[in-house]
């Protein structure tokens, strides 16, 4: 379950720190078993994939977003200790923001964070911007890699609408390389194309817009989850949710399911012919039942809001109450939705290697097969 203030997990608990303009961001990850074979390498793709600058489509601030290991890393092997990995902010420009540090900007967190902290911190959206997401990334690679381990678990995520587009994918067969084939990150190429034209239109018009994330999980072993508090579903909504700009979250069906009978709803048990023995026909359930892992692809969306930063003129007001104006200036994207593609996935993974982790020390792995061994047992 989301933990406290800015820890994420239980058995694999990530701790994120740094602000959007301060000297840098990073992640510990604690929980990671010894002597697992990191790759790097890997990680920084996550990171190349979240960047900004990669695009016409997104903001323009310069950062190349390099990973640092600090500690938990020996000759390419995990040591059991905590992880720690930094990126350093190299394009900070706080300045930018002096002209509202006493304004508050609409729909973001500048009031609630000064009344949470007692003071306001005015560079930027500090821990709220989704600047602190590189820290989740780099983490959710490392996740990600622990699964492995296990199972061979694939975590896809696309941009399945912006604004009213909306794109058509086949969730059984979508690859990574596929959505990245488009700067939208829409594996339908002509629903991208028509994104695309959206993001610059809102763009040239000094406005934003918002839509979908949809992400399936392939190859999650069954028995995943938490029974009543800690299902699999809630601590992944807990998750999506927690990342700026996310409104809302569904699982399998969603609310599309609602307006369904039950005997249209019900996933039905088959034989498949493996050692697992069984699927259903359908997935409705979005491969969780009971808040536990079915062994079908998992499968949620998370809706985004439209970027609270438009470069037109807002009513507002200051830190004494008093009618104002704002007009915010800088580098912000016109729709996060290309960019929170690698971010969904990274929550994915935390929130799934979290779940197995958990599922290891309760039973052990003899009991549950279908968990794997971990190669060095």
């Not at 994918?169 to 990245?180: K, L, N, Q, T």
């Not at 699999?232 to 409104?247: D, N, R």
């Not at 609602?258 to 409705?284: A, F, I, K, Q, Y």
């Amino acid at each position: 379950m989301p933990g406290v203030g800015s820890t994420f997990g239980t058995a694999l608990r990530v701790t994120t720190f740094g602000e959007s303009h301060g000297g840098a961001l990073g992640a510990v990850v604690d929980g990671v078993p010894a002597g697992i074979q990191l790759s790097m390498s890997a990680v920084q793709a996550a990171l190349d994939r979240r960047r900004p600058g990669q695009s016409a489509l997104v903001s323009n601030r310069r950062e190349a977003d390099r990973v640092e290991v600090v500690s938990g890393l020996f000759e390419g092997r995990t040591l059991g200790t905590p992880l720690a990995m930094m990126v350093r902010n190299r394009d900070a420009d706080p300045r930018a923001y002096a002209p509202f540090r006493d304004r508050y900007r609409p729909s973001h967190a500048d009031l609630t964070y000064a009344a949470k902290h007692g003071f306001r911190t005015w560079q930027g959206g500090g821990r709220a911007s989704a600047r602190e997401t590189v820290a989740r990334v780099a983490a959710g690679a490392v996740a990600l890699q622990v699964l492995r381990e296990v199972a061979p678990v694939e975590v896809v995520a696309w941009v399945h609408r912006v604004g009213d587009v909306e794109g058509r994918v086949d969730e059984a067969a979508v690859s990574m390389p596929e959505v990245d084939a488009h700067a939208v990150r829409c594996p339908d190429a002509a629903a991208a194309e028509r994104m695309a034209a959206l993001i610059r239109e809102v763009r040239r018009d000094g406005d934003t817009v918002g839509g979908v994330v949809r992400c399936v999980v392939r190859g999650l072993p069954q028995g995943l989850g938490e029974p009543v508090f800690g299902k699999l579903e809630a601590v992944l909504a807990g998750a999506m949710l927690s990342i700026p700009a996310a409104k809302g979250f569904e699982s399998g069906s969603g609310y599309a399911g609602s307006r369904m009978r039950g005997s249209e709803h019900n996933d039905l048990w088959e034989p498949n012919g493996t050692d697992r023995g069984v699927h259903t026909r359908t997935n409705h359930s979005g491969g969780i039942q009971g808040g536990i892992s079915n062994g079908m692809p998992v499968t949620f969306s998370v809706a985004f809001k439209p970027v609270a930063t438009l470069f037109t003129e807002q009513p507002t007001v200051d830190d004494h109450g008093q009618a104002t104006t704002v007009q915010p200036k800088g580098r912000h994207d016109p729709c996060v939705l290309p960019r929170a593609v690698p971010i969904v996935e990274a929550m994915a993974a935390l929130s799934l290697c979290d779940a197995m982790l958990q599922q290891r020390s309760r039973v052990g792995l003899g009991s549950v097969p279908e968990l794997g061994r971990w190669p060095w047992e």
